[in-house]
């Protein structure tokens, strides 16, 4: 039953953003997703008139083909006809490139504009979420560029590498594209303490604390299902649930009583008894001498 109710408060420790802000961010997001739509349905439109307009330059083409076809054989008709049909030809061609060149311009333009405005998109929500979003979408196309192994077991060895050098937004992309791949694999539990890490040592502990829990519940076979219960008591412990803290240390003692992460719980429980227990009350003061007694 403890265990349960330590499992509920790890599930339940996650982030939680305010409505106002959230409902901000959607009109804000539903007015650049309108503008969006609308340019995109401009660059539609210049497309098809393009589109319409190709086949007619084919179709010119053919013509002045067979008019040059036709000089060969202008026994049959005059010089200067077939010379006027050819420079009409050779005038239509160049009204409808003129288009084209228009309507490619445009397209030009029109995507030009589609791509500010989903980068100022990209950018104010961005700004809306915070810094730390900042550097999850900065990770982000770090993540992109890099290469990734096809062995799952290097691939998670790169997240973890780069966790430990520090970079944790980026460690993070990594170990959210490994879980998506490998959704079902053994290595899943390691994947998820790999990432509550990250939060950790950014002292992000709501979040820590819902990937350790995520390994405690799920994962508990896992080599790191142990320093999953201990780092989920520092977690407590920095959010003030002292009583959580000390559940979470007495499980793991209990769950693996050979670990070293044992050894450190049990430590740590002692510390915690000997802070509770209240201080010895001082000796009472010695009761001063009546007047007039010998």
Partial sequence: MRRLALLALLALSGCFYPASRGRTLEAKVDKLSADNARMAEELK????????????????????????????????RNTADIGIQLQKTVEDLANLRGQ???YLYKIGELEAGLGKLLSDAEKKQLAQQGADAQKEAEAKKQAEALKRPEDKKEFLA???????AGELALARQLYSEWMKKWAKDPLMGEAHFGMGETYYTENKCR????????VIQDFAKTPSAPEAYLRSSDCFGKLKMTEESRLA????VKAFPKSDAAKTAKTKLA??????KPAPKPA???????KGSK
């Fill in 207 to 214: 979040e820590a604390l819902f990937e350790y829990g995520k």
């Fill in 45 to 76: 439109q210049a497309r098809a008139q393009l589109d319409a307009t190709l086949p007619r330059i084919d179709e010119k083409v053919a013509e002045v083909t067979q008019a040059l076809e036709s000089l060969e054989k202008g026994s049959r």
């Fill in 271 to 276: 510390e915690l008894d000997k802070a509770k």
């Fill in 284 to 290: 009472p003061a010695p009761a001063a001498p009546k």
């Fill in 100 to 102: 084209v060149e228009t």
């Fill in 249 to 252: 240390l007495e499980e793991l």
């Fill in 158 to 164: 790169m997240a973890q590498e780069k966790a430990k």
